[in-house]
């Protein structure tokens, strides 16, 4: 039997509350909720993407993700949107355990 992962406070629409309450057992979790399966690809987004907040204290823009993700995998400029398909904000934010971005669209 698969245990159950007690999950840290999330606002109203499924955003870790403080970020520091992040780890990696906690974004398979929140993966599985939008129906993700974390491959390496979505991993080195992820990460990058908290190494990103940790050293700038925001949240990156899509593009500096685009562009990491090119550098390190190739592929097509949409590799994000593939990754996440129902968005960068929506899903790639959540799933990295950031604070929803204020005046982002959830696209």
Same mark, same amino acid.
């Given at each position: ?6 999950m840290?406070?999330?606002? =109203?629409?499924? &955003?870790?509350v403080d970020?520091?309450d992040?780890?990696?057992?906690l974004a ?11 491959t390496?690809?979505?991993w =080195?987004?992820?990460r990058?993407?908290? =190494? &990103?907040y940790?050293?700038? %204290?925001?949240?990156? =823009?899509v593009r500096? @993700? ?5 550098a390190? @995998? ?6 994000v949107f593939?990754l996440?398909? &129902?968005?960068? @904000?929506? %899903? ?5 355990g950031m ?8 696209g």
């Open positions: 039997m698969e245990a159950v992962m007690e840290p406070a999330r606002d =109203d629409e499924g &955003y870790l970020p520091a992040w780890n990696e057992n398979v979790a929140l993966a599985r909720l939008e129906n993700i399966a974390l390496e690809t979505h =080195d987004a992820i990058f993407m908290r =190494d &990103y940790h050293e700038h %204290q925001v949240i990156p =823009d500096f @993700v685009t562009r990491h993700l090119a390190r @995998v190739g592929g097509s400029r949409n590799l593939e996440f398909p &129902y968005g960068y @904000v929506k %899903q790639a934010c959540k799933i990295a604070k929803r971005p204020r005046g982002w669209s959830t």
